[in-house]
């Protein structure tokens, strides 16, 4: 019964994560009805393939920054956008920076709040992401106003 359930689920193009939940969801009213036991050994969840993702071409990171010059109104899209192709940077990381957050004698940047299990970590900056966030103050320097606070990056 539950076999045939998948079966037809993978007929109709579902994926196999998709089908897992929904068996998990029919297991949970299985139990709590103590009918589970009925189809245990019959059921075993298919396989799950994870795509964690791929790094961008060289031609692929061309043809976005071409594009992302083509508007002005795009630029501090695009600063952001260049600090992530060349750090190990997450968006939402580049949301928060802040200009304390930023050596620029030294040429890093430190998380102070990230995902990983050390709470902080030290960002080196190449020629280019280090030149993307010396342009993200110069709009502040014009204004006659001292760079402060967040980077133009957190309006995104």
């Not at 998709?18 to 009918?35: C, D, H, P």
């Not at 994870?50 to 790094?55: D, K, L, N, S």
């Not at 920054?65 to 952001?80: G, Y």
């Not at 920076?97 to 902080?120: E, H, M, N, P, Y």
């Amino acid at each position: 019964m539950v076999r045939t359930y998948a079966a037809d689920r993978k007929t109709a193009n579902v994926a196999n994560k998709t089908i897992n939940l929904e068996i998990g969801v029919l297991r949970s009213v299985m139990k709590r009805a103590k009918l589970w036991h009925l189809f245990a050994e019959e059921v075993k969840p298919l396989p799950v393939h994870t795509q964690i993702g791929r790094a961008m071409t060289s031609d692929e990171k061309l043809r976005l920054t071409r594009a992302a010059t083509t508007k002005p109104e795009w630029q501090n899209a695009r600063l952001a956008m260049v600090v992530a192709l060349n750090t190990t940077m997450r968006a939402c990381e580049i949301k928060t920076l802040r200009w304390c957050d930023v050596d620029f004698l030294a040429k890093t940047i430190i998380i102070r709040k990230s995902k990983t299990q050390a709470g902080q970590r030290m960002i080196p900056l190449n020629d280019d992401a280090l030149s993307a966030v010396k342009s993200s103050i110069q709009p502040r320097i014009n204004n006659g106003r001292a760079a402060s606070g967040p980077l133009r990056f957190s309006r995104l």
